[in-house]
């Protein structure tokens, strides 16, 4: 990383004195991170920062990262005015992380020698990375699996964050889906994204406890035309069709809350289905090339569709082959996921790949983190995984294991907003 | 067991919670001061002859008329315990000598040795001026000076107990007496931990134990009562365990802690929690872990309780978190109580492990941050 600007221990020194206020700290030591004197910073891109504040929350049609750290977490505490104080920390430990700063206002190094650090310094001397960090609230906030409405917000639940059903073939590990709240944190450095995901834990000792978490190292999909389509563990590309950012229709009718979805508290934000969906590398591995793409229903190579030379070239699902039969099976992936078999329903996908090492069987566990954010996932998600669950071939060598919903809200505005300000208002 | 770091611990006060299983401990207070004031204890009632004192050194006779053993204590704000007399047997006086400084607290006599015991309100009036910062910090130390000579002078009997047990070829017996001479080792045992070698002789765990070095001590003993029940060959294990526990209680008794070692030595006792015992891993063949967790909580409590004076002077908001997050610990640990004891570890289901867990992380934090007021 040499010639990426200001080590955080840098940037806080000279942020340090004027340090009224955390969030325009924040704001200020971002600035000279990346202003600042070695201009080679602003041009490293891929180190650079991404905004905390704005309309939206970064972290969904931001270029999708390398780097992905999710967490979800259930609230032990059944005081809301902790859990509402939590937040309002959170919101300036993240505004002081993307910006490329400790955690803390001390930081890793600045503090009493006889004090724990409020950072805890694996980041140190490390750009901001494009760090992004989501919030989302899941179902159980609003009313928990007893029924309880522990903070006074039952009544604040969209109707669009309803508990997903179960799917054909589910076979969900409870304590690895669900969770009260959830953060993502995506950088293109791993060390900065699990970096963040420690320190939000860390503050949240008492109020929240980590319920599960997921490392992936490698994104499988592009959210933006600027990038590159990556691919999966399968080996194809993955996320051709995506919503990207530059789509702006789009995400308006498919990606972002609208007035008048539900309650305002909501409106500019957007709901998340994730998804560890274990694949079974080692059969399909074995599987041949061609039963691969009818699989799929696209090239492995160039990621056309079936009869199509281009990977954006739009599937032609009328196509039939020598045989007669279609180009593209029916029950292809590429098929069933399609918008036209979906009533025009589209995802912003935004998942990675994992490996979690070994299974003690001899098998990679490995696999792909969905991630997919959509206006509402009773028109989106839903059908369109209805569908695959049913009739996937690809189901073979899929094990969907955890499953969870949040609602993310819009962005914070500026300094004075924070996590969850609207809906605990 | 756990490596050696800072040290810890100190101080006076303790606030033993429940009887029994709990840390406290024996203490003979030299003493003086004025004509005693009389305790009339029996099994439900604690009657003390007079509740409105001047400053300085208090003597109360207590008499125990009923028909369980029981214990008198004066306590600070906080259950901080000024002073404590114990094992009052039926138709028995003992003499309880205790500094009090002008204040209010509540005496409390135990029959049974276990609960919140009868308590009453004790007003002591006086020239006695608030203490200063440095004479609130000096006091601590002394303070859990006297705590840990009550814990040594119980760890010291209980391991006498145990090792005849074992000696005698009873394996009911010293099963049963396991986990309590262990209990007053885990309340203090960062100091035990200041004296190198003696830690792992005799608290090591077996892979912890170096090449060339015998693996002794208590774990070595609940090995062989747990998978063989062969203690038949103990004998000298038993008696090393002795010497050595003798050689520490002598040591931890000259021992003065600093009020920063206090604070390392009260999270480094919840560290021992979140590693050891929440894991299982400290008592795997007996799973007495929750008798050590208890243990260490109450060891922690005493050290802060000690700090309590300094610290509600310097950053009273912490005092005030720490208050809830103990007894947030204490209420969830308090659900997996069985009789005078506590569950198995492998009673416990997982669920119930990670609600200990997020207290003690809840507590630990908070305590993280002692240090640093001590040391401002």
Not at chain 1, 311 to 334: C, L, S, W
Not at chain 2, 339 to 352: C, R, Y
Request: charged residues 25%; negative net charge; contains cysteine.
């Amino acid at each position: 990383m040499s010639g990426s600007g200001l080590s955080r221990r840098r940037a806080i020194t000279l942020a340090g004195a004027g340090a009224a206020g955390v969030a325009g700290v924040a704001t200020g030591a971002g600035v000279l991170l990346r202003g600042a004197p070695d201009q080679a910073a602003a041009s490293d891109h891929a180190a650079g920062a991404v905004p905390f504040h704005g309309e939206h929350q970064a972290g969904i049609v931001t270029p999708a990262q390398d780097r992905l750290h999710f967490v979800a977490f259930d609230v032990i505490t059944k005081d809301r005015a902790r859990l509402v104080d939590l937040l309002q920390e959170w919101t300036a430990a993240a505004a002081r992380m993307t910006a490329g700063q400790d955690a803390g206002v001390l930081g890793a190094v600045g503090g009493m020698p006889e004090a724990p650090p409020d950072d805890t310094g694996e980041a140190l001397g490390l750009p901001p990375s494009q760090l992004t960090l989501t919030i989302g609230f899941g179902p159980t906030l609003f009313r928990d699996a007893e029924g309880r409405d522990r903070f006074g917000i039952a009544d604040r639940r969209p109707a669009a964050l309803a508990d997903l059903p179960r799917f054909p073939g589910d076979a969900l590990q409870p304590q690895i889906s669900g969770g009260d709240l959830c953060v993502q944190a995506c950088a293109n450095d791993p060390q900065v994204a699990v970096h963040a995901i420690r320190n939000l834990a860390r503050l949240g000792m008492g109020v929240v406890s980590v319920r599960w978490s997921q490392l992936g190292f490698g994104r499988t999909s592009s959210t933006s035309r600027d990038q590159a389509t990556p691919r999966n563990l399968f080996g194809f590309k993955d996320g051709t069709a995506n919503l990207k950012a530059e789509d702006a229709d789009l995400l308006r009718d498919q990606l972002w809350v609208q007035p008048g979805d539900g309650p305002d508290w909501m409106t500019g934000g957007s709901y998340v289905v994730t998804r560890k969906i274990r694949m079974l590398v080692e059969t399909w591995d074995r599987t041949s090339l061609a039963e691969q793409e009818e699989i799929v229903g696209r090239a492995k190579g160039s990621g056309a569709p079936l009869g199509q030379r281009d990977e954006f070239d739009e599937p032609d699902f009328a196509a039939t082959g020598d045989d007669g039969q279609p180009r593209i099976p029916a029950h292809a992936h590429v098929t069933l996921a399609h918008p036209t078999r979906n009533g025009g329903a589209r995802l912003l996908r935004r998942g990675y790949n994992f490996v979690d090492g070994s299974d003690g069987l001899g098998r990679l566990d490995a696999g792909l983190f969905f991630i997919a954010y959509q206006r509402d996932p009773r028109r989106q998600f839903v059908p369109i995984q209805t569908q695959l669950a049913r009739h996937d071939v690809m189901n073979e060598y899929l094990r969907h294991v955890s499953s969870a919903l949040f609602a993310c809200p819009p962005g914070v505005r500026d300094g004075g907003d924070h996590w969850g300000r609207a809906l605990f208002a | 067991m756990r490596t050696t770091r800072y040290l810890m611990l100190a101080a006076a006060g303790l606030l033993a919670t429940a009887g029994v299983t709990a840390c406290s401990g024996q203490k003979d207070d030299p003493a003086t001061a004025g004509g005693p004031i009389v305790v009339k204890a029996n099994d439900t009632a604690c009657e003390v002859g007079d509740t409105d004192l001047a400053a300085g050194t208090a003597t109360f006779k207590v008499t125990n008329s009923g028909s369980k053993v029981t214990e008198f204590y004066v306590y600070a704000s906080g259950d901080r315990v000024m002073g404590e007399v114990e094992n009052i047997a039926p138709g028995l006086s003992r003499e309880l000598h205790v500094e009090l400084p002008a204040g209010t607290y509540e005496t409390a006599c135990k029959p049974g040795m276990s609960g919140k015991g009868i308590r009453g309100a004790l007003k002591v009036s006086g020239s006695a001026a608030p203490l200063t910062e440095d004479a609130a910090l000096a006091g601590a130390t002394d303070s859990y000076q006297r705590y840990v000579k009550s814990q040594t002078a119980a760890l010291l009997e209980k391991t006498e107990e145990f090792v005849t047990a074992v000696k005698a070829g009873d394996v009911a017996k010293a099963k049963a007496l396991y986990p309590v001479a262990r209990t007053y080792w885990e309340c203090i045992e960062p100091v035990a931990e200041i004296f190198g070698d003696l830690d792992p002789k005799i608290d090591g765990r077996e892979e912890v134990i170096e090449e060339g070095m015998e693996f002794t001590g208590f774990h070595r003993i609940e090995k062989d009562l747990w998978t063989t029940g062969d203690i038949s060959k103990d004998g000298p294990i038993a008696d090393r365990l002795l010497t050595d526990v003798k050689e520490i209680v002598a040591k931890a008794n000259a021992e003065k802690l600093s009020p920063l070692q206090l604070a390392n030595g009260a999270k480094e006792l919840l560290d021992e929690v979140a590693s050891g015992k929440i894991t299982g891993e400290e008592d795997r063949y007996s799973h007495t872990d929750l008798w050590d967790f208890s243990a260490n909580l109450e060891g922690s409590k005493a050290a802060i309780a000690a700090l309590r004076p300094a610290l509600e002077q310097r950053s009273p908001d912490l005092v005030k978190q720490l208050d809830t997050e103990f007894a947030n610990v204490e209420g969830l640990l308090g659900e997996h109580r069985d009789g005078d004891g506590w569950k198995l570890h492998t009673a416990l289901s997982k669920a119930e492990l990670k609600e200990l867990s997020d207290g003690i992380n809840a507590l630990a934090e908070p305590i993280s941050k002692v240090a640093a007021v001590v040391a401002r």
